[in-house]
């Protein structure tokens, strides 16, 4: 697996890409509470809206059912481009 971040969650501190399903969930471990399941552009992922305002885009990528990649997107005119609805698992 692979996780990667877009350059505005990068210019606030997060890695450039990260490998591996134990580095990854090593990652998240205690840090995304917050985050909720969502459909991203009808396809399963997540997303963080604090006080109900859009922050965060969690993109799956799953291949055979596995999640194969997490691509995480913070850039405001970015995020105004997904179709985003949150489920409620």
Request: charged share 20%.
């Amino acid at each position: 697996a692979v996780l990667r971040y877009d350059d505005t969650a990068l210019r606030m501190g997060a890695m450039a890409e990260l490998r591996g399903a134990d580095g990854i969930a090593r990652q998240f471990a205690g840090r995304a509470q917050a985050a909720r399941p969502a459909m991203i552009d009808g396809a399963a992922g997540a997303a963080w809206a604090p006080g109900g305002r859009l922050r965060g885009v969690f993109a799956f990528t799953i291949i055979g059912g596995t999640i194969t990649a997490i691509d995480v997107f913070a850039d405001p005119e970015r995020i105004e481009q997904f179709d985003v609805e949150f489920t409620t698992q």
